[in-house]
């Protein structure tokens, strides 16, 4: 389903849906398969029955991240309180910190956060998340009468969400109610997968629609074009043997009753998801949602011209628009555009918020809608009614908008009516406004929770004081060293690009960067501060340290497609540090002879230490390869009983510094 519950996470369900069909053997084994609905009664009954502190804490923190996974906060809330209060550790008191802000406790989030930024001895990692929960309450607690919501009474147990204006009294909805085309259910949810359905608003009848667009894959996030000739939608599938992303789709009318077959709009990349497709006022020009590595990070907005007869490379919207973080489910109400983001200053999750196109070509500053529409759950797809002129006294628009503020929790469809206000006071002309943004770059190293140990759970970041920084800004160049707060501040130019290299005697080097091209002015607020983090590892000499995520097929050595990025991340590594000689390891599990496994495991890391010679043009003095066999597993448990995940863990791949 391509409700929001789905975003990254929906793409982690498609993934492990590919993998695993196994039956589910315990709530642990459900909650990983992402099968939530299927997790929560198995969980309930091993809670009952569990002996110790220590096994009620790991059960109740499993029961928190499935009634999460589920949208249902309250229940969230209280399970996460129950692991942490059973000595399960600092993951259950941050989901509860996170889960206490989704549900509007802003107050109480703030002070969690501030627990934790103590118990990891580092208040730097929390600071964000501490003055977002004060600028939250402070809104929540405004007067402010702008707005009236109500849910609509169509509303069903499963998620609705995302409305698009069809007919003259209708919605275009996606959910993943029953009637949904297709006989399974989505385990996740328990729920079918997702469809397109259309609303009668006079009546409030929810009917599949019927315009050929529904297939028992995941359909959702609509938009036409002008003329209804076109319909742009998002299709996430997982076909047998690949991994699943999410593609906006073309479909053609082909009678008033009915489009073609849908296509895949052509600029779109193998092994990235594109979503949130929506046609914008000049009926041209296509905005949507994508999680491109080159973007700023997270999901962003980009947009797309149709020009003679073919659609233009995709270009992502300004830094005033996107963010680190996910912008998603952009909408039109003539040259406004409104969207979603968990990346600006809001409420918790996603919040919407309003912005439109300066004549400079950038976007204007982001403007949160603020409570009511916006809560401390995930907002997005809000909609402005313009179908019929309002006549009611002092309303001067209606809409519609998803929220997940429920006691439940799940996605719902809102109806607003937005009044008049008195007019807000014009900002004082005579004195002229100095815009000034600041940068602050902050030098950091992780927190393990063994110290001594790089393998080991990461608790956060604190700051590096001491580091070297050299600061290059077009052909100027300077070094300096950040304070003890590992920190240096900087007054920077209009539309620049700077660049960041770090380093600090014990630790590997790193870069960063910022872009100030495109930044917004606003008169309300015309002293802005971003923000640059810039990560150092610390050296842990002759330390095997696990490469995540590369993995080789049954009796092979050669790199697969999957393993490559953290390949590449290793090379980045090795050309920002050149003085460093590493080895690569390669360990296999107990199945199988001695002998066998060496070999295969030579093979393996000598396949890695080759393509970072010949791909990535490292320097073959400085690789060295080692193949283990099975001779020093991870997890010592004997052959015949050790697990799939014991066997897992133990077929690994490795590298550690030797000089």
């Known amino acids: 389903m391509i409700k929001h519950l789905s975003f990254l996470s929906l793409l982690v369900f498609l993934l492990a849906a590919c993998s695993y069909t196994m039956k589910i053997q315990d709530g642990e084994m459900a909650v990983d398969r992402k099968q939530y609905a299927v997790a929560v009664t198995m969980l309930k009954k091993e809670y009952s029955k569990a002996d110790t502190r220590v096994e009620k804490g790991k059960i109740a923190y499993l029961l928190g991240t499935a009634y999460d996974g589920l949208n249902q906060g309250a229940d969230a809330i209280s399970w996460y309180k129950t692991a ?263 409420m918790g999750g996603l919040d919407v918020f309003r912005t439109y196109p300066l004549a400079s070509g950038n976007w204007a500053p982001p403007i949160n809608l603020k409570t009511p529409i ?15 002129k309002t006549n009611q006294g002092d309303v001067v628009a209606t809409g519609y908008f998803t929220s997940r503020r429920g006691e439940m929790g799940g996605d719902d469809i809102y109806r607003f009516t937005q009044k008049v206000l008195p007019p807000e006071p014009e900002p004082d002309t005579s004195v002229p406004i100095v815009y000034k943004n600041t940068l602050d770059v902050y030098v950091v190293e992780k927190i393990y929770q063994d110290p001594s140990n790089p393998n080991s759970s990461v608790l956060g970041k604190k700051p590096l004081p001491g580091a070297s920084l050299k600061i290059q800004l077009g052909r100027e160049e300077r070094t300096v060293e950040v304070n003890e707060e590992g920190k240096i501040s900087l007054n920077i130019q209009d539309n620049s690009l700077y660049a960041f290299f770090a380093s600090k005697a014990g630790y590997l080097n790193n870069d960063g960067k910022f872009s100030s091209i495109g930044l917004p002015e606003d008169p309300r607020n015309p002293e802005q501060l971003y923000e640059v983090e810039i990560v150092l590892e610390k050296i842990f000499l002759n330390r ?46 107990c199945r199988g002879g001695d002998q066998y496994n060496e070999s295969l495991s030579q093979r393996r890391a000598q396949a890695a230490v080759d393509y970072l010679i010949n791909q990535k043009s490292i320097d073959a003095s400085r690789l060295a390869a080692l193949g283990y066999g099975e001779s020093q597993p991870a997890n010592d448990c004997l052959c015949s009983r050790c697990s799939e995940d014991d066997h897992q863990e133990n077929r690994r791949t490795t590298f550690k510094i030797l000089e």
């Open 374 to 388: 916006n809560s401390g759950g995930d907002d997005f797809g809000f909609v402005i009614d313009r179908r019929t």
């Open 544 to 589: 095997e340290i696990v490469l995540e995520n590369i993995y080789y097929d049954f009796d092979e050595s050669f790199i697969r497609e999957d393993a490559k990025p953290t390949l590449d991340a290793l090379a980045d590594i090795l050309e920002k540090n050149p003085a460093i000689r590493i080895q690569l390891g390669s360990h296999t599990d």
């Open 84 to 346: 942490y209060d059973n000595q399960y550790g600092m993951d259950a008191l941050r989901n509860y910190a996170q889960a206490l802000k989704q549900a509007g406790e802003y107050r109480e989030a703030a002070q969690v956060y501030k627990e934790l930024g103590l118990e990891i001895g580092s208040p730097y990692e929390y600071r964000k998340e501490i003055r977002a929960c004060e600028t939250a309450a402070e809104w929540s607690e405004e007067q402010r009468n702008e707005f009236e919501v109500e849910a609509l009474p169509s509303n069903s147990s499963a998620s609705d969400y995302a409305p698009v204006l069809y007919g003259q009294e209708e919605l275009i909805i996606t959910s993943d109610r029953a009637a949904a085309t297709g006989d399974e259910s989505y385990n996740w949810t328990g729920e079918a997968f997702s469809d397109f359905f259309v609303v009668n608003l006079a009546s409030n009848t929810v009917e599949p629609l019927q315009l050929g667009l529904n297939t028992e894959d995941n359909e959702g996030t609509l938009s036409f074009n002008k003329d209804q000739s076109q319909v742009f939608f998002t299709r996430c599938n997982a076909p047998k043997g690949e991994d699943a992303f999410c593609k906006i789709m073309v479909s053609n009318k082909i009678t008033d009753g009915a489009y073609g077959p849908a296509t895949p709009l052509p600029f779109q990349e193998a092994g990235v998801n594109y979503m949130h497709p929506a046609m914008g006022p000049d009926g041209k020009t296509l905005y949507f949602s994508s999680n491109h590595p080159d973007g700023w990070g997270g999901f962003d907005i980009y947009s797309t011209v149709f020009e003679n007869g073919q659609w233009s490379e995709p270009k992502i919207l300004s830094r005033s628009v996107n963010t680190e973080a996910d912008e998603q489910f952009p909408t039109f109400d003539q040259d406004t555009m409104y969207f979603a983001s968990s990346g600006h200053t809001g």
